[in-house]
């Protein structure tokens, strides 16, 4: 008996928090760097922090965790996902190549 195919949704991560750590700067995979965030702004944007959002002075990481991670957030960890996911298919040709026939799926699945 077949059942509807199961994604493997991969663990996205950004490390943007800890200058000292290995990964800062870059969206990893488990453990492997896939893109090099070039431009934080741009980055920010694609996560949904926008000018008016700065404004009311809320620093972008707080932003985030308001929006995605805290209790009773307005979005849900998975939807941080894909955008994560979102943003590297249009700005990462390493993960595009890797992952690039995943992507919208895992999208349409996370951002349920």
């Not at 249009?90 to 799926?105: D, I, V």
């Amino acid at each position: 008996m077949h059942g509807p195919a199961i994604l493997s949704i991969p663990n996205v991560q950004y490390h943007l928090s800890s200058r000292s750590h290995t990964h800062y700067g870059w969206i990893t995979v488990g453990e492997e760097k896939v893109h090099r965030i070039g431009d934080l702004n741009e980055f920010y944007r694609a996560l949904g922090y926008t000018e008016q959002v700065a404004r009311t002075k809320l620093m972008p990481d707080e932003f985030i965790w308001f929006e995605y991670t805290k209790d009773n957030c307005h979005k849900s960890a998975a939807q941080l996902q894909a955008k994560i996911i979102e943003y590297l298919c249009m700005h990462s040709k390493a993960f595009r190549e890797k992952y690039g026939h995943q992507c919208e799926g895992w999208v349409k699945v996370l951002a349920a």
